[in-house]
């Protein structure tokens, strides 16, 4: 039985938060787990991450496989980088940086 630690999506709509599972590689996304080892919402300020060290050690010795995105929260977990995941600037942020990177681009020339 192959087995995968990966993200599974909780949370409403527009609003995502994901739990981080052990589960058999073929089961479905959001499908059956075999275990919870963290969860994982970056919708909040600052971002909510927590994963049972122990637990992902435990399943990685049985052979189980990270998916990427997993593999680099948890190592930024184990780094203590934690509070440096950002997420995605909201929208109106992305348009000021743009403007600014325009205007000074422009500036420049």
Not at 22 to 39: L, N, Q
Not at 46 to 65: F, H, N, T
Request: include cysteine; hydrophobic fraction near 35%; charge should be positive.
């Amino acid at each position: 039985m192959a087995t995968m630690i990966r993200m599974q999506r909780a949370g409403a709509r527009n609003h995502p938060a994901y739990r981080i599972v052990v589960t058999h590689s073929r089961s479905p996304r959001d499908g059956r787990f075999i275990e919870k080892v963290g969860y994982y919402n970056p919708t909040q300020t600052p971002i909510m991450l927590q994963i049972d060290e122990e637990r992902v050690e435990y399943w990685l010795s049985q052979g189980a496989k990270c998916s990427e995105s997993v593999a680099t929260l948890y190592k930024r977990q184990r780094a203590g980088k934690v509070a440096e995941l950002t997420g995605r600037p909201k929208f109106k942020e992305r348009k000021a940086a743009k403007k600014a990177a325009a205007k000074a681009g422009g500036g420049e020339e």
